[in-house]
């Protein structure tokens, strides 16, 4: 009997006694602390479902950012708002642009006194971009029972608020300024008063850092390095195409381009089809240059491709318009640059369809080679060399390989391309 009374008094202390209450919380805290980007969505993302899964009770979103592109902004917004775990977002510094909407998407918005909030003026400043970004603004307000117009004039100079902003400007507000005109729910200067005000102890907190790998991808998948990389790998493979064999030029070129890829699909910014739309483009291009006489459709169609899945990897047309603008012009003026020191291959003659001075003719006098016969002195695989009139001269086989010495006739002229067929025995 009183091993029972012991065992019931055990019981009561445990679990009678005990506040579920004053369990230890699980609260998450991130940093958007740079440009809003793809990466930032991707961490923001991976964490949110990590907080879901796991049980968080709570997840803080501190920012202090300039802003960014509205596609991630929107996109981490949109996840904010169909969280299942409740999401604060503190403003700690600045938040603008981009960042003001991912603030407004909270279940509740602190902002530190010396923090302001604001000023989303759209890129390029056209009236259907101001309308969409301006709509959004507004819906994302309302959601959470904030000022929805006090967010429109955030994105929209044209809208003028009695007291409190003119026609022509945009608004950023002040910390005090988001709290009285009901844009912010609390002041805090600091983490530890937003935990004080949510009764959780800050020892509660989880802060998650961004890993090494998810700051360099961050940082590789920028506009400005994805041009650089671009730019060093078409440059790099223009110089293996100038060079004979298959040595440092290939290797870098290869090596940009993969990290490239890489980057964009670590922060989700593109998906395998691009990758492989990318790569039918190059086997298109070197199907043209080796194998199929002159260049027409399998050309282009490969230079189409290659530019089509490269547009739709930046966050928007004008970006996507201005890194391709400015990778053609300098790749094309590098290449200029190595073609006058370097000189140039057989292989960059097939692709350029340039012609020498010394041992090659320009595209109208090679004409008169058409219907002639000549002989090969090296393998044409399909691409190779034959000799008339005791002058070297590029040629490409109407098929199949043709081995060094045989007997060959002119039947097409394409540009400064020769195409050759082997003359049987026979003939």
Known sequence: MKRKILIFLLFLLV?????????????????????????EYTFVNHNLTKAEQAGYDLVI??????????????????????????????????????????ALAGNELYISPSASIGAAETRPKEEKYISALRKEFAATAESRGKNPEIAEAMVDASIKIKGIIEEGKLLTLTGSEALEYQIADYSASSLAEVAAARNINLNEIVTVKK????????????????????????????????????ALGGTVGIISLLIFFASHIFTGAIGTGIV???????????????????????????????????????????????????V????????????????????????????????YY????????????????????????????????DAVSEGGFIEKGKRVKVIAVAGSRIVVREISEEE
Do not use: C
């Open 15 to 39: 679990f009678g006694f005990s506040n579920p209450e004053s369990a230890e919380a699980k609260v998450m805290h991130l940093q958007l602390d740079s440009q809003i980007n793809n990466a």
């Open 61 to 102: 979103i501190e920012i202090n950012s300039l802003g960014g592109y509205v596609d991630p902004a929107l996109k981490i917004r949109d996840r904010i708002l169909e969280s299942e775990v409740e999401v604060i977002t503190f403003v700690s510094g600045r938040a603008w642009s981009a960042a003001a909407l991912i």
């Open 211 to 246: 890993s090494n790998l998810e700051k360099i991808m961050g940082i590789v998948s920028s506009p400005y390095i994805s041009s650089l990389l671009l730019i060093i790998a078409f440059s790099a493979l223009i110089f293996e195409a100038l060079t004979p064999g298959f």
């Open 276 to 326: 492989v739309l990318f790569i039918i483009g190059v086997i298109l291009i070197l199907a043209e240059v080796f194998i199929i006489p002159g260049f027409g459709i399998a050309g282009i169609s490969g230079i189409t491709a290659i530019f089509i899945s490269l547009f739709f990897i930046f966050p928007n047309t004008s970006i996507a318009i201005n890194v391709l603008l400015a």
């Open 328 to 359: 053609i012009l300098i790749t094309l003026v590098i290449a200029i640059f190595m073609v006058r020191k370097f000189g140039s291959s057989h292989l960059w003659r097939s692709i350029s369809l340039e012609s020498d001075s010394e041992n």
């Open 362 to 393: 320009s595209s109208t006098s090679k004409k008169d080679y058409l219907n002639r016969e000549a002989k090969t002195i090296s393998k044409l695989r399909p691409a190779g060399t034959i000799k008339i009139d005791g002058k070297r001269i």
